[in-house]
């Protein structure tokens, strides 16, 4: 989404305080329009959305919503520059450990918050970090509808990574760049939508289980940040057409 910018009526000088705020103001609108929120462009395409359940845009300043969002394995997280910020734990807290030590930044939604069926849309980005073979990733239910995004493909999995129910082997997740997702989860099946990339679907007994939250890790010491997060919950009916759409990605993901 581009802001709808207006010409001027005067040339503001430049060094005055108007000219400044002018420039600051400009530069806002263009930082919030990169970090559009994914269902301003993305629609779901199995779920018909029902009660909205969460609805974050992390504008306030301060600690983690510790009512809403818990950090995993000690990582640090806080609301700043309008966006959720994450980072892995101390170096002391990872020195105190011999397993989840807390390497990536890792959050996820109190388990409360989201049932067995639900669409979440969100944006985040990965600032810096390294490569592992987790690979950053989201999900929907820790370990139950994953999309792990590695350093040679972007994968679908379930029942605790042991699965592989969809890839996209060329679409490469980049460090800076903002990403827009719709994910959703009905019974069985799982689709993830990625705007100007791809659309992942898969089906499995797995992906059905209870949800203990919607998460997100990013890279081996390294930062992300999260934005626009929206969960809805989902009536019984699925979209108009999805038997239609269910059979064209069911056969691209053969």
Request: overall charge negative; charged content about 25%; hydrophobic content about 35%.
């Amino acid at each position: 989404m581009k802001p709808h910018i207006h010409s001027p009526r005067r040339r503001l000088a430049k060094n005055t305080p108007l000219f400044t705020a002018s420039c600051l103001g400009f530069l806002a609108i263009c930082l919030s329009a990169d970090r559009v929120n994914a269902e301003e462009a993305l629609r779901p395409l199995m779920i018909q959305t029902d009660q909205i359940l969460l609805s974050s845009e992390f504008d306030e300043a301060g600690p983690l919503d510790k009512s809403t969002w818990t950090a995993r394995q000690k990582t640090q997280w806080e609301t700043r520059d309008g966006v959720l910020h994450g980072e892995p734990s101390t170096k002391e807290y990872q020195e105190s450990r011999k397993d989840h030590r807390g390497f990536e930044p890792r959050v996820s939604t109190k388990k409360e918050l989201v049932p067995a069926d639900f669409a979440v849309a969100f944006s985040f980005r990965l600032n810096s970090g390294d490569q592992s073979k987790l690979g950053a990733f989201f999900e929907l239910g820790h370990h139950i509808a994953r999309v792990s995004m590695q350093a040679e493909t972007t994968v679908m999995l379930t029942d605790h990574e042991s699965v592989t129910l969809d890839e996209a082997p060329d679409f490469h997740v980049e460090t800076g760049k903002w990403y827009h997702v719709l994910a959703e989860v009905k019974g069985s099946e799982f689709v993830v939508q990625f705007q100007d990339g791809p659309t992942l679907y898969g089906k499995n007994d797995t992906v059905a289980e209870a949800k203990d939250g919607f998460g997100l890790c990013g890279l081996k010491l390294g930062t992300m940040d999260v934005d626009g997060v929206t969960i809805w919950s989902a009536k019984a009916e699925s979209q108009p057409g999805w038997e239609a759409a269910r059979a064209n990605l069911a056969k691209a993901a053969q």
